[in-house]
Every structure is written in C-alpha cells, then in structure tokens.
C-alpha cells in the first residue's frame, strides 16, 4: 500500500487496480489541475472523442470503473457504470510511471445524476508535450454511500506507443528525470544503459521523440564526477563512452565522439603490467575484471572504426590478446567475472552482461580487423547461452541469484547480453532471430503491466519495475 495526499485529505491506495480506499474525499476538497492542452485542452467533452478504446476496468460494489481511450486525440475519460445517483468518478494523471499522482487532485470529478445510472468524466491529456512529460492516467470511482474508492490499472494512449519497442521506450521515459538527465533520479552507469536503450530505439524505429533526452543529459552531467562522464570506476566510463558514441552516430555531433575518446583516454590510464596487463575495474586498482576489460576493448574498437585510429585499433587488439589468456572464459564458453591476482587466473561465476559485452566487443573487433576467429569466438560465446541452455531457464534468459525487485544494477546486466547478441545477430545474418524473438514474445506476454513496464523475470510474472529493467526489455525488444 501507498499513502498519498490530494488536498488536505489522506488516502490510501494499493499499487494496482481494484478496491483501494477507505476515506471519503468530498467535491470540495479537490484541488484544481492546470490545464495542459496538446491537440485539444483538458475538459473536452468525451462526446467528441475521435475513437473509444477501454483497455481495463475495475469494480467497486456492484459498480464498474472503466478507463476509455481515444487514441486519436492522445486523451482519456473515465466512466462508472451500473451504479447510483451521487456514485462519484474521476482520473488520476502521473508523469512518473505511476508512482505518484498527488498534483491536481481528482481530474474531472462527476456526480452520476438524480434518475441516473452511469457518468462520464471529462477527457484529459495523457501527456503534457510542453514540458516532455510522459504519462499515465487511471479512472476511479466511489459509491456515493460508501467510503470504498476503487481505481483502474494506469493506461495510456498509443501515442509514442504504436508498437512493442516504441511503447517500451516510452515507459523507459516515465523513468527519466528532466532536471539531471539521469534515469529514476541519479542512477549512473545504469543510466548510460538505459541511454544506449533509447538511441537503439530512436535508429531502429524511427521515433525521435526522445531525442532531448541525449543532449539534456550530457549537458547536465558533462561536468560531474571527473567530467567527461569520468568517474572512478573504469566500467561506468566504458558505459558512458559507448552511450556518446551510439549519440554521435545518430546526432553527428562530434562533441559526443569527443567524449567517448576521452572515456578511452581514461579508461586506457588504468591498463598496466600487473597480471601481465588489462585494466582495472577502480582506481583503487585492486580487482581486474571481465567487465571492464570487455568495454575496453569495444569502445576501443569502435573509436577506431569510426576514426581510423591506429592508437585505438591497437589497444583493442592488445586487450582482447591478454583477455584470452587471463582465462575468464571457462571451458563451457561462459565469461568469468574476474581473476585472482595472486594466480592472475579467472574466479568466481558468469553474469549475463559478462557474456554481452564480450559478444559486443568481439564482434566489434571483427569489423575492424575482418579477422574471422574473433567473430567464431563470439558465437561460441553466444551459443553457450542460446544452444547449450546456460543461463537461461526453458530457453528464457535469466541471471544467476536472479531477484524478485528491480532494485540495484543487477536488471541492466539482461539487457546488455541482448544488446551484445542483437549486434552479432546483425554481422551473422539473423543467425540469433530465433532465440531473440523467444524471448521477447516470451516478456511481452508474461512480463509487462498496462501500459507496457517490464519486471524482473523474462520469463514472468510482472511484479516490479524501474529502469534497470525497463532498458533492459527495451535493448531485447530492438533487436527483433
């Protein structure tokens, strides 16, 4: 359960749809919303909706609360149905995904009329396209003698939202905060994933309204940390120098490749003799590791790519020939964490991004040097997971110790596998399409809410989301 205020009255209301309350809010009490217009303005009437789409609906008492959709206008209303004279309806508006909806109070508030059975609310905007907030609504109602407020599961239009990957990314977007260009507040090397997510999606599906997104968050965060999206661990730069490479290849801009060389440079000031080379995952330069080490070797190889460096080419090439040796890829093709430094041999278990980036970085590596084992090890790489069955469970992704919550950075590393095997699915001619579309038919089935927010599971059920997770489902959903 949540508490929240509208006004000066406390309620308490559950996360999903369905009986939600116990204290009544009079007429009175409710406080008036600034009208946002797009199309039209809030208030229109709903008799002059361009279409009637209800996509869920809850009960309270006898009575049916139902969300109605008109996709052409981008609006919604919201009806109660069967009920009484006094019955009670409204909406609810978010911009955050349906975390908190307390501004505004309740949206369109009717009365079912003396000699009625049934009201409609007013239409209302699903999106405030002024200041790039990305919205929910839900439709509640309230019997006029009983205290009970029941609310319907949030729903949205199908604007930004016409397909799988477009409605991902625009629930990806309801976790995005304007003020620092980061994701769900101040997440950061996550947010350089979700970031990779949405640029993917703009290339892929042509949709660029999210296309802010990538100039407010460099402009906003240029000068954090050690600037230049520098900080002290080695694998939060590789993120963000990949992020700023995907943005110079969408945008031109060359003060993003700017930035991703600069990543390089950095990340290149931690690569020394001991266990023979590699760089290190902090600078406090105690643990040497797979992750790392792989977005080194990728971000070298793609700089070199796009500039013809011979500096870069060679780096990458000098990483990938000690990573070889260090023995982080076990004999089941599985990529180990780390290595020991008092043996400078590989401990500990797989993760999925481990897998991902490795696949990412090799196949970048390909392109660059045409040499054809790179690309061989890559599939062997790939078909641990996607033939031999590892890290998946009935042929559904899963990573180790896998959580019930999207909390902390373990949600993105799924999303990184996708993305390393998305781009090798394009260098081997569709080769993974299989796999991939299992899988995301698989989330899209069992593993989403109303307006299309992914969880933890692939495999399913839905229960939570942030976005870790959200970009993760969005790197999978791009690659099909």
């Not at 279409?51 to 919201?78: E, F, K, N, Q, Y």
């Not at 790489?381 to 069955?389: E, F, I, K, Q, R």
Request: charged share 20%; with cysteine.
């Amino acid at each position: 359960m949540r508490r929240m205020i509208i006004g000066s009255v406390a309620l308490v209301v559950a996360a999903a749809g369905g009986l939600i309350a116990q204290t009544s809010v009079s007429s009175a009490e409710v406080v008036a919303a600034a009208a946002i217009c797009n199309i039209h303005c809030d208030g229109r009437d709903a008799g002059q909706a361009g279409g009637d789409r209800a996509p869920v609906s809850a009960a309270v008492h006898g009575r049916t609360v139902r969300v109605h959709v008109s996709d052409p206008d981008t609006m919604i209303w919201g009806t109660v149905e069967n009920g009484s004279p006094g019955d009670e309806v409204w909406l609810d508006r978010s911009f955050d995904g349906g975390r908190g909806w307390a501004s505004g109070g309740r949206l369109g508030l009717t009365t079912v009329a003396g000699g009625q059975r049934a009201a409609r609310s007013p239409m209302f905007n699903v999106d405030d396209w002024a200041t790039r907030g990305v919205g929910v609504l839900r439709a509640c109602a309230k019997a006029a003698d009983r205290p009970e407020i029941a609310c319907t599961p949030w729903a949205r239009s199908t604007w930004n939202a016409g397909d799988r990957g477009r409605a991902a990314a625009t629930a990806l977007m309801m976790r995005y905060d304007r003020a620092t260009g980061l994701f769900d507040g101040n997440a950061w090397w996550t947010s350089a994933n979700a970031m990779s997510a949405l640029i993917e999606n703009i290339r892929v599906s042509g949709m660029g309204s999210y296309t802010y997104a990538i100039a407010n968050t460099y402009d906003r965060q240029i000068n954090a940390a050690q600037g230049q999206f520098r900080n002290e661990y080695i694998d939060d730069t590789g993120w963000w120098g990949l992020a700023w490479l995907a943005a110079y290849d969408l945008t031109g801009d060359v003060r993003y490749l700017n930035t991703a060389r600069a990543d390089a440079e950095h990340m290149h000031g931690f690569w020394d003799g001991v266990c023979g080379g590699g760089v290190w995952w902090r600078n406090d330069r105690q643990y040497k590791n797979a992750i790392s080490n792989s977005l080194y070797i990728q971000l070298n190889a793609e700089i070199a790519q796009r500039t013809g460096s011979a500096v870069h080419r060679q780096r990458a090439e000098a990483g990938w020939a000690w990573f070889r040796g260090t023995g982080m890829i076990n004999g089941d093709n599985l990529v180990i964490d780390g290595i020991s430094l008092q043996t400078c041999r590989g401990v500990s278990g797989p993760l999925t991004y481990n897998q991902g980036v490795l696949i990412n970085a090799l196949t970048g590596l390909y392109r660059l040097t045409g040499n054809a084992e790179q690309l061989a090890t890559a599939r062997r790489l790939a078909d641990a997971v996607t033939v031999s069955g590892r890290l998946t469970q009935n042929g559904i992704l899963r990573e180790p110790g896998e959580q019930d919550n999207c909390a902390g950075d373990q949600p993105s590393w799924k999303g990184a596998f996708a993305r390393g095997l998305g781009v090798l699915n394009r260098a081997t001619g569709g080769a993974y399409t299989p796999w991939l579309r299992r899988n995301a038919d698989t989330i899209y089935a069992g593993n989403r809410n109303t307006f299309d927010a992914y969880g933890s599971h692939w495999s399913g059920p839905y229960i939570d989301t942030n976005h870790g997770c959200q970009h993760s489902a969005l790197d999978l959903l791009n690659t099909v």
